[in-house]
């Protein structure tokens, strides 16, 4: 496990300092710098053969790690996995369930009158439409995309993830698996807001 504190201002650096000695955790702390330079870091940092990302306001469901191996080993040629999401509020109240671009589409598609590319059924161009993936935290893939190909997140405020998905798309095809297997927390301190 690899931590990136990219500058948090909570108690965050104290309850990870007794983690220090754990060998299997590697922390690191730097000033502020962005999601994108705190992912980058983070994904330099990876020795594992998958890398799978957590935000520190989303969660991970108990067969999320499994079951993403899983779709990426059975595809060797895949360039990323992901799930459907459980979209949360602050406190953990449930909202629903986000199947991909099937269901709780942004404001800005349902005021555009509805998705176009998504009705073929094809992720990859319904990323073309719209980051139906949502969050890095829904993103599992190949290291090799780090190691091997150079990808690494932009430097964008507030769309680094959807770059980053679709550079991607570029080196293979996507594994969707059709179960909400992360927990998404949408809250008024999310950066898109």
């Known amino acids: 496990v690899v931590v990136v504190d990219d500058g948090?201002?909570?108690?965050?650096?104290?309850?990870?300092?007794?983690?220090?000695?754990?060998?299997?955790?590697r922390l690191h702390f730097q000033e502020n710098t962005g999601a994108h330079a705190a992912l980058n870091t983070g994904c330099r940092m990876a020795e594992g053969r998958w890398i799978f990302i957590l935000n520190s306001d989303d969660t991970f469901?108990?067969?999320?790690?499994?079951?993403?191996?899983?779709?990426?080993?059975?595809?060797p040629d895949a360039a990323l996995a992901a799930s459907w999401l459980e979209?949360?509020?602050?406190?953990?109240?449930?909202?629903?369930?986000?199947?991909?671009?099937?269901t709780l589409p942004p404001p800005w598609a349902q005021?555009?009158?509805?998705?176009?590319?998504?009705?073929?059924?094809?992720?990859?161009l319904a990323l073309l439409e719209t980051n139906w993936i949502s969050t890095t935290s829904n993103l599992?893939?190949?290291?090799s995309l780090i190691r091997d190909r150079g990808l690494e997140f932009s430097p964008l405020r507030?769309?680094?993830?959807?770059?980053?998905?679709?550079?991607?798309?570029?080196?293979?095809?996507?594994?969707?698996?059709?179960?909400p297997l992360l927990g998404y927390r949408v809250h008024g301190a999310n950066t898109i807001g």
């Open 8 to 25: 948090s201002t909570d108690a965050s650096r104290e309850r990870l300092e007794p983690y220090r000695t754990d060998p299997r955790i």
């Open 61 to 75: 469901g108990p067969s999320r790690i499994e079951t993403l191996t899983a779709r990426l080993e059975a595809n």
């Open 87 to 102: 979209v949360v509020d602050g406190t953990g109240n449930r909202l629903g369930v986000k199947e991909a671009w099937r």
């Open 111 to 124: 005021q555009a009158g509805g998705p176009m590319l998504s009705t073929l059924g094809d992720p990859r």
């Open 140 to 143: 599992a893939f190949p290291a």
């Open 158 to 179: 507030y769309a680094h993830d959807w770059d980053f998905i679709l550079s991607a798309c570029r080196f293979g095809p996507l594994e969707l698996v059709d179960k």
